[in-house]
């Protein structure tokens, strides 16, 4: 198993509504966990980070963590056209950040 | 402004004339990492330093250096480039007491 998977989509959700990522884990990863929101042609910006199990809400992103069944989900409210992107979940061995492949969203009007 | 500079953005070379991608951030972060970026295989890391004269391995580092001779530079070499080293290219540092990496705009590197 990968130290960090997601889905590469494309995950089409319509405008206003709740994208829903997810992303699955290996016991080789530390128990901290980043979502990164990447452009086309971009750098990678992050956008939630979390730490212990359960949610942790900031304006329209809300990160899950469940430690039992590890993984971690990222749920965008009221999706815009403007969060059309590529997610990148990422957490920790040791020293190195570790990311998944990355799940593109497309939010269309 | 709180930056981490990449020259160059965009770069096409030939197979084994040597390269050096500069990486600067003006941040006082300790930690600082360089990845590439290929489709289907996300972001991987190539190598990172912890501090001044501390780099490590990453999980790609083959036919890649780097030195970390003073805090804010971390510039990546590449001695002799091959084909399979065209990529984007991401240098990143990081706020340890954070956990957050903040990452450069990129370097498109081309190598024929």
């Known amino acids: 198993q990968k130290e960090v998977e997601q889905n590469s989509g494309p995950l089409s959700v319509p405008e ?15 128990q901290s966990f980043f979502w990164y ?12 980070s979390i730490y212990s199990n359960g949610d942790k809400e900031d304006g329209r992103f809300t990160a899950q963590l469940n430690k039992a069944s590890q993984y971690v989900s990222l749920l965008i409210r009221d999706s ?15 020293d190195k950040l570790i990311f998944g492949t990355g799940t593109r969203l497309q939010v269309f009007p | 402004e709180a930056q981490v500079t990449q020259n160059p953005r965009y770069l ?13 951030q003006n941040m006082n972060h300790e930690y600082m990492s360089w990845y590439r970026q290929d489709p289907g295989l996300g ?8 501090n001044v004269e501390v780099t ?10 780097v ?11 590449l001695e002799s480039p091959s084909p399979n080293q065209t990529s984007l290219y991401f240098c990143a540092s990081q706020n340890r007491a954070k956990n957050i990496q903040y990452f450069g705009a ?6 024929l």
């Open chain 1, 80 to 94: 815009q056209p403007s969060d059309s992107a590529t997610y990148l979940c990422a957490a920790y061995n040791t």
């Open chain 2, 43 to 50: 972001l991987r890391q190539i190598y990172y330093s912890m």
């Open chain 2, 56 to 65: 490590d391995k990453g999980d790609v580092p083959e036919g890649y250096k």
């Open chain 2, 67 to 77: 030195s970390r001779k003073e805090k804010r530079n971390f510039p990546l070499i």
């Open chain 2, 106 to 111: 990129g370097t498109r590197l081309s190598v």
């Open chain 1, 16 to 30: 206003g509504a709740i994208a829903s990522l997810n992303c699955t884990y290996s016991d080789r990863v530390s």
């Open chain 1, 37 to 48: 929101r990447q452009y086309s042609g971009k750098s990678p910006e992050l956008i939630m």
């Open chain 2, 12 to 24: 096409i070379t030939v197979t084994g004339k040597k390269l050096t991608v500069t990486c600067s």
